[in-house]
Structure formats: structure tokens, C-alpha cells
């Protein structure tokens, strides 16, 4: 006696088979009730940090934004003077401004500028940092003392160290130049000659930026086993061979992280420019934050949507840095 065990789907020739009535899927609704009422103790710890990010960083980059889409400046905002308030005349201008800052040779110069200022400072910081590094990876005597001096620039607070240099690099007063006039050599202009102004404030950035390039790279080559040099050094392979076949692939990872932090705040480094130089002499070592800063604070009148504009092209910079070297990692193989 055949057995009757359920509804069977008859075939017609040349058809296909017609699928049966499928399980009802959960709807999103209820996906996103049960993981609340799961992980509710999580959403509960991480909403006061989007809420506060949410005043403090999402409402300005709105509000900028909004800015660079029009004409603001201080004589069409709304403005309380005495006892009258005058409300704002502004208008919205699209994206003419820009238009406008991409056809601006000012900005082409500073756009310049602060490619090759963010260049050289990485890429110096990074040589030193790893050169460092690799010395104090090493077993030698005063190994400790030594790692805690090289960290004391990234210990003191960034103005007192821009200060502290803007003291040293005085024509007339500085201690470097009392030094080369003692041996018999004139004072440089460290900070009065374009060229040299540049070079100085790669110097003090650079000076900033290798403890932490220094302590990211120790631990990284710390993490790489050890049994890898031996079996190289067994094998024959020279102290280059070794670092290049077995220290640089083994930080990439770490390098792809610090490289790319480094980049976004030298990038954006306005301390260092704006205590050390202000900009000068004339406006040979201006970047573009500090020349967005000096549109909205020092220039009369002040140009609020010019300088929105030239906040959110350095953002959107980054951002497209960022991309593009992310794509670059993943075809490398690396995950970030």
C-alpha cells in the first residue's frame, strides 16, 4: 500500500518546477525589536557618545556645509548691535564657491603647499621613527632611559613646544644662532626667509611626530617572531635582506594605520603653523586650515561661506586620501 505523505508538485513536460509556499520571513521591524530588547544594555552605553558626537561634530559639519552653499560673510549674517537685531541677509549660491576656490590661485598655492608640507613631514617622520625603532628594538644598555627621552616631545603639551622652538629659532636672541655665531658662523633667518621657514616648520612637526611614529613602529616589530630572523640568518640572508623581506611585511600593517593617521594630521597641523610662523613670512608656510581659520577670525570683513568652503574641500581631500589608499590596501591584501 503506497504511503501518502504530503501534497506532490506535478511536473508539466518543458516547465519548470513550481517552488512551494515558502517559510514567512521575519520583517526588518522585528529584526530590529529583537535586537534591541538583546543588546539593549549596549545601545544604552553607546547613545550618550553618538549624542554628543551628534552636538559636537555633526551639527558643526551641517552647519558648515550649509555655509559653503552660500554667500555669508559678517556684514549678511544675523547680528545683535546694541539693542537692535539685524536678521540675516544671506543667500543660498549653490556650490559657485567652489567654483569659485578651485579657480582661486591662492588656494591652488596653499593646496600645494600643503601636499608637500604633508608629504615631507610623513615620510621624514616615518623614516626616523622606524630608524628609531629598530635601534631601540634591540638589546642595548640604557635601552629604558632612552625610550622614555624620545617619548618626552610627544609627553609635552603641542603649544608649549611651538613656543619652545619659536625661542630657539630667534634671528637675534635664538640659542641656535648664538651657537653658529659663536663657531663663527652668521645667523640664519629661520623664520624671516621663505625657504628656510619651511624647512623649520617641517623640522618642529617632524620633531612632534616621531615619538608617536617610534612607539606605534617598536610594537609592531616587537610582534614579529623572532624564529623568522633566525631561519633567515641560517639560511644566509644579510641584515638588508632581513629587513626587507621580514621587517617591512611584517609592519605593514601597523605602517598602513600610523601612515595614514599621520597624514590626516599633518594635514590638518594648524598649531605648529600658526604658533611657529602665523602664517609668514608674508604667506610662505600657510596651509589651508590656517588660511580657512585666518578668512573666519583675522580678515576684515569675514568671509564665513569662503572659508566653510575651503573646511569641507579639506575633508573632502581626506576623505577621497583615505579611499583611495584603503582600495590600495585591499589589493594588497591587507585588511583594514
Not at 540675516?88 to 608640507?117: H, K, M, S
Not at 629598530?134 to 625610550?147: E, I, M, P, S
Not at 627621552?149 to 644662532?177: D, Q
Request: net charge positive; glycine share 8%; proline share 6%.
Amino acid at each position: 500500500m503506497a504511503v501518502h505523505t504530503g501534497p506532490s508538485v506535478a511536473k508539466a513536460p518543458g516547465k519548470a518546477t513550481v517552488p512551494g509556499p515558502r517559510r514567512p520571513a521575519r520583517t526588518r521591524e522585528s529584526g530590529v525589536r529583537r535586537a534591541l530588547s538583546t543588546h539593549w544594555y549596549a545601545w544604552t552605553m553607546v547613545a550618550p557618545v553618538v549624542i554628543v558626537l551628534a552636538i559636537i561634530v555633526g551639527y558643526p559639519l551641517g552647519r558648515g556645509i550649509w555655509l559653503s552653499l552660500t554667500d555669508a560673510t559678517e556684514a549678511n549674517v544675523e547680528r545683535t548691535i546694541g539693542v537692535n537685531h539685524i536678521p540675516a541677509t544671506y543667500e543660498f549660491t549653490g556650490l559657485q564657491n567652489y567654483v569659485d576656490a578651485f579657480g582661486d590661485p591662492v588656494f591652488l598655492q596653499r593646496l600645494v603647499w600643503t601636499i608637500v608640507w604633508t608629504v615631507a613631514c610623513v615620510s621624514i617622520t616615518y623614516s626616523l621613527g622606524l630608524a628609531l625603532a629598530t635601534l631601540l628594538n634591540r638589546q642595548v644598555a640604557g635601552r629604558g632611559f632612552y625610550r622614555m627621552a624620545l617619548v618626552v616631545p610627544w609627553a609635552i603639551p603641542g603649544f608649549v613646544s611651538v613656543f619652545s622652538w619659536n625661542f630657539l629659532y630667534n634671528e637675534k636672541h635664538g640659542l641656535l644662532n648664538k651657537i653658529l655665531v659663536g663657531g663663527g658662523i652668521d645667523a640664519v633667518p629661520w623664520l624671516n626667509d621663505p625657504t628656510i621657514a619651511k624647512l623649520s616648520v617641517i623640522a618642529v612637526n617632524v620633531w612632534l611626530g616621531v615619538p608617536f611614529m617610534m612607539v606605534a613602529l617598536l610594537g609592531g616589530l616587537q610582534s614579529i617572531p623572532g624564529d623568522l630572523y633566525e631561519a633567515a640568518e641560517m639560511d644566509g640572508a644579510g641584515p638588508w635582506q632581513r629587513f626587507r623581506h621580514i621587517t617591512l611585511p611584517g609592519l605593514r600593517p601597523v605602517s598602513t594605520t600610523v601612515i595614514l593617521l599621520s597624514t590626516i594630521w599633518t594635514f590638518n597641523m594648524f598649531p605648529v603653523i600658526f604658533l611657529l610662523t602665523r602664517g609668514g613670512p608674508g604667506d610662505a608656510t600657510e596651509i589651508l586650515v590656517t588660511q580657512a581659520f585666518r578668512m573666519t577670525f583675522v580678515d576684515s570683513p569675514r568671509n564665513f561661506s569662503t572659508s566653510a568652503t575651503w573646511g569641507v574641500i579639506i575633508l573632502l581631500l581626506l576623505l577621497v586620501f583615505a579611499f583611495f589608499y584603503r582600495r590600495v590596501l585591499k589589493k594588497q591584501g591587507e585588511v583594514w
